[in-house]
């Protein structure tokens, strides 16, 4: 049986979620990168190694928003603990918010993405047994992922009627999930105001 992008979606989110006794970084970041920039790329069994450590592969997600940071110009924070302070760089790019529409196809079918129209944003909905947890993802190769990341910006998902549908700031892996907060599900719900959603950052 041909498998999904949402089945991706959720063996991804399986992976990383569950815990592997003893875990650690499996691969150099060398092996990393060389496969990121496609000087080298992972052998077979490097590739079952990385499939089978959450941790490595949140590491190589890490290096790669890293890599397109430095690509762009700009300086990107891939430890979490740590965060850069100081004025943007002349040259990085300013954003003020990515807006979407729900498509047609998502309109008569339980809702399992939406994505902004510049391609910058994804929302995954993960259907549970009680309601549905939904996942925003930063795309890494978005102008302004390495800014976001560093100033770990608050922000916000509204709907077509402003109400807000999740609030927080980005993971080391450019990704803030939460619950969905509406009785209605995501679908009929964007439907009632007009179909469209907005990604933004909180006004300070």
């Known amino acids: 049986m041909k498998s999904t992008p949402m089945d991706a979606k959720l063996r991804e989110r399986l992976l990383l979620a569950r815990a592997v006794e003893d875990d650690r970084l499996m691969l150099a970041d060398a092996t990393l990168l060389a496969a990121l920039d496609g000087s080298q790329a992972l052998t077979p069994d490097e590739r079952t190694v990385l499939q089978q450590s959450p941790l490595t592969i949140r590491r190589f997600r890490q290096l790669a928003l890293a890599r397109h940071a ?16 100081g004025t943007p760089a002349a040259n990085e790019p300013l954003w003020s918010g990515s807006a979407g529409l729900l498509r047609a196809a998502s309109s008569s079918a339980a809702l399992e993405q939406l994505r902004t129209d510049d ?9 549970q047994e009680d309601g ?43 990704e803030c999930e939460c619950r969905w907060p509406f009785a209605t599900a995501p679908a009929p719900h964007f439907q009632l105001y007009g179909a469209s959603f907005a990604v933004e950052p909180v006004p300070t």
């Not at 391609?119 to 259907?127: I, N």
């Not at 993802?137 to 102008?143: E, G, Q, T, Y």
């Not at 100033?151 to 700031?169: F, K, M, N, S």
């Open 70 to 85: 430095e690509n762009a110009g700009l300086t990107a924070d891939v430890t979490p603990s740590v965060r850069r302070s």
């Open 132 to 174: 549905w947890q939904l996942i925003l993802k930063l795309a890494v190769a978005a102008p302004f992922a390495a800014r976001l990341l560093r100033e770990h910006t608050l922000l916000r998902v509204v709907d077509g009627g402003g109400a807000i549908v999740l609030q927080g700031r980005l993971d080391a892996d450019g």
């Open 119 to 127: 391609d910058c944003w994804t929302l995954d909905f993960l259907e």
